[in-house]
């Protein structure tokens, strides 16, 4: 059972790490228009997280030794879900723009909720459910209507939703989650930048352009360190405090975030209804966040020395009395 200042601490590593995420949209506009192709993005993006977590690791003389079995595990997940969920991702804001495909993307807790309820056979409360469904309602009302989609765009969106939720599960495995968590991150950025090393190599010399160097660095430092770096330390703090499925709902700022930076620094128009968007996610966030605790606050084993220390019944563990 986690204390409550973990859990409260959980919730809001969760609620930052959304803010950060949501400001790749705009690092990743700002490297398109200083030259730099999707994989070239990318690669530098994994590439400086690691140098910086690296260096990180060996300041605080962290072992990075893995146990056996769990570097092949991390490379399959480094590569078919995290740095797959960037490239496609990144992709949809090319053609979609970074508001539109962040929305597209967010739709991942729906799809972490889902398999937790196929899978792993979780209950969930129906006031969690009504928290989840304003907030996304907000997101709908803030985003206002789409004109003139395009749908190869609506299509990445989606699918990056989905190797994301496939990552989300990947954290909560043992092999990931009991690995210290910088040591789990500079293992996922360096997989995810060699492997998109030779991807970003080809396209440059296919597709040679001049770089804006200032520009170009800009976006890099951009997405390594506030949209990398913290987003996803703080994301897997998360994730391992409060659950995948809990973490990913909480990420609801995220798009929300996305939509305001781009407003600032792009121009691009804000929807009618953006307040009460605000005030419906707002509201919905709460709520799933409150009732979540509420749930886990009535299954507590209350010990009595004398006394097994569970008693089972197919609704769960319930008070003994001493």
């Known amino acids: 059972m986690k204390s ?13 790490s959304s803010i950060f995420f949501g400001m790749l949209g705009i690092f ?3 490297g398109q228009d200083a030259g730099l192709s999707t994989t070239s993005r990318i690669f530098f993006r994994f590439l400086v997280a690691a140098i910086v ?3 990180i690791i060996k300041i605080k003389h962290k072992d990075l030794r893995l146990p056996k079995g769990s570097l092949y595990k991390l490379v399959i997940g480094s590569i078919l879900y995290f740095s797959l969920t960037s490239y496609l991702l990144f992709r949809a804001y090319d053609y979609i723009g970074t508001g539109f495909a962040t929305v597209l993307s967010f739709t991942y807790p729906i799809m972490v909720l889902l398999m937790s309820i196929a899978i792993d056979k979780e209950r969930v409360g129906r006031m969690q459910l009504l928290g989840t469904a304003m907030a996304f309602f907000g997101l709908v009302v803030v985003i206002g ?29 043992d092999y990931a989650k009991n690995l210290d968590g910088l040591v789990l991150m500079f293992y996922v950025f360096s997989i995810s930048s060699i492997f998109w090393f030779f991807p970003s190599c080809i396209e440059v010399m296919k597709n040679p352009v001049p770089i804006d ?29 409060i659950g995948g499925r809990m973490t990913s ?14 407003c600032v620094v792009l121009n691009e128009k804000l929807s009618d209804g953006f307040g009460y968007g605000v005030l419906f996610i707002i509201m919905g966030t709460v709520m799933v966040s409150l009732f979540e605790k509420k749930r886990e606050s009535t299954n507590i084993v209350v010990i009595n020395e004398t006394a097994p220390l569970l008693k089972f019944n197919p609704r769960g563990f319930r008070r003994r009395r001493v």
């Open 4 to 16: 409550k200042s973990t859990y409260f601490l959980g919730v809001g590593s969760a609620l930052i």
């Open 28 to 30: 990743s506009s700002v």
């Open 53 to 55: 977590l690296y260096i």
């Open 145 to 173: 209507p789409v004109s003139a989609t395009n749908a190869l765009g609506v299509f990445l969106g989606l699918l990056s939703a989905i190797t994301f939720t496939l990552y989300v599960r990947m954290l909560a495995k």
């Open 213 to 241: 160097i200032y520009r170009a660095s800009l976006s890099i430092l951009g997405l390594a360190i506030p949209g990398t770096i913290v987003a996803c330390t703080l994301f897997n703090y998360g994730v391992r405090n």
């Open 249 to 262: 709902i909480l990420s609801i700022f995220d798009p929300l975030t996305s939509v305001l930076i781009g």
